[in-house]
């Protein structure tokens, strides 16, 4: 069992910034990609950013430019920063890791998510 938890979620203020991180936790032997999505009130969840572990990242148009995703495999952890905040990007941001456990089990985990309100 591999578990996510999420932090650095919160109120900003628009062109404010913000950091998220995401720690895997569990008998992990390999991280895969991991990333970031979110979810709008009222909306379906979407891809914000991804990183391979060879550190290849794609991110959304949406938020190109304005935000970085990295990862540190030693701490098994993704981080999501984020600039020049827009009220739009209010929504919950859950992360995702992908990998295999130590007995060489695929998983495929989310974490719990955090909310992140950017006022206008």
């Known amino acids: 069992q591999v578990q996510l938890v999420e932090s650095g979620g919160g109120l900003v203020p628009a062109g404010g910034s913000l950091g998220l991180s995401c720690a895997a936790s569990?008998?992990?032997?390999?991280?895969?990609?991991m990333g970031w999505y979110r979810q709008a009130p009222g909306k379906q969840r979407v891809l914000v950013a991804t990183?391979?572990?060879?550190?290849?990242?794609n991110y959304a148009d949406s938020v190109k430019g304005r935000s970085t995703i990295s990862r540190d495999d030693a701490k098994h952890t993704v981080y999501l920063q984020m600039n020049n905040l827009k009220p739009e990007d209010t929504a919950v941001y859950s992360c995702?890791?992908?990998?295999?456990?130590?007995?060489?089990?695929?998983?495929?985990?989310w974490g719990q998510g955090t909310q992140v309100t950017v006022s206008s």
């Open positions: 995702n890791v992908k990998g295999y456990t130590d007995i060489w089990r695929e998983f495929d985990s």
């Open positions: 569990g008998s992990i032997a390999h991280l895969d990609v």
């Open positions: 990183i391979t572990r060879g550190g290849r990242t």
